[in-house]
């Protein structure tokens, strides 16, 4: 054999992936000629949020410590106010009730009805200690309850200019 030609060496590991022989024949023509070296593998370092900790860890308490740290965890529970009205009150009261909103330990809520409205607000006591109970301590001070929006006269096809009001419109 001619010096001009090297002699390419068996693969130790016939099983190996034929695509890598490729691409390692590829690369040992681009290298001028150098003999095939065989690649290393990588070894798996661990991750650096992770620190020196190997066992692994639930994603619950993960999302939770997140939570806390940008401060999160009283807007989410703000929200359970919302999704979780029907559990907290019950079926009954839910059916009748909306919550409308909550800003500073104020719940709004609004009722079907004028019935509904004094009932919840006869409840509204135990309401906010069952809310406070889910929620955290101290996180709703009180219950808003307001009945259904009456209709309004003030503009329309039944408006008259001077008049007082809706009363002048039943005669």
């Given at each position: 054999?001619?010096?001009?030609?090297?002699?390419?060496?068996?693969?130790?590991?016939?099983?190996?992936?034929?695509?890598?022989?490729?691409?390692?024949?590829a690369d040992s023509y681009r290298g001028?000629?150098?003999?095939?070296?065989?690649?290393?593998?990588?070894?798996?370092?661990?991750?650096?949020?992770?620190?020196?900790?190997?066992?692994?860890?639930?994603?619950?308490?993960?999302?939770?410590?997140?939570?806390?740290?940008?401060?999160?965890?009283?807007?989410?529970?703000?929200?359970?106010?919302?999704?979780?009205?029907?559990?907290?009150?019950?079926?009954?009261?839910?059916?009748?009730?909306?919550?409308?909103?909550?800003?500073?330990?104020?719940?709004?809520?609004?009722?079907?009805?004028?019935?509904?409205?004094?009932?919840?607000?006869?409840?509204?006591?135990?309401?906010?200690?069952?809310?406070?109970?889910?929620?955290?301590?101290?996180?709703?001070?009180?219950?808003?309850?307001r009945g259904p929006q009456a209709p309004?006269?003030?503009?329309?096809?039944?408006?008259?200019?001077?008049?007082?009001?809706?009363?002048?419109?039943?005669?």
């Amino acid at each position: 054999m001619p010096d001009d030609e090297q002699q390419v060496e068996p693969d130790p590991e016939p099983d190996r992936d034929p695509l890598d022989l490729a691409r390692r024949i590829a690369d040992s023509y681009r290298g001028g000629g150098q003999p095939i070296q065989p690649r290393r593998q990588r070894t798996a370092r661990p991750s650096p949020r992770r620190g020196d900790r190997e066992d692994p860890t639930d994603l619950a308490s993960v999302l939770g410590e997140v939570l806390r740290e940008r401060g999160w965890d009283e807007r989410l529970a703000a929200q359970r106010v919302f999704s979780d009205w029907a559990s907290i009150v019950g079926p009954e009261v839910a059916q009748h009730s909306t919550v409308e909103g909550y800003e500073d330990g104020v719940v709004s809520v609004r009722t079907t009805s004028t019935a509904w409205a004094k009932q919840l607000t006869l409840l509204a006591p135990r309401v906010v200690a069952r809310l406070n109970e889910e929620l955290g301590d101290g996180s709703v001070l009180r219950v808003d309850v307001r009945g259904p929006q009456a209709p309004s006269w003030v503009k329309g096809k039944r408006t008259v200019r001077g008049s007082r009001g809706p009363r002048d419109t039943y005669g």
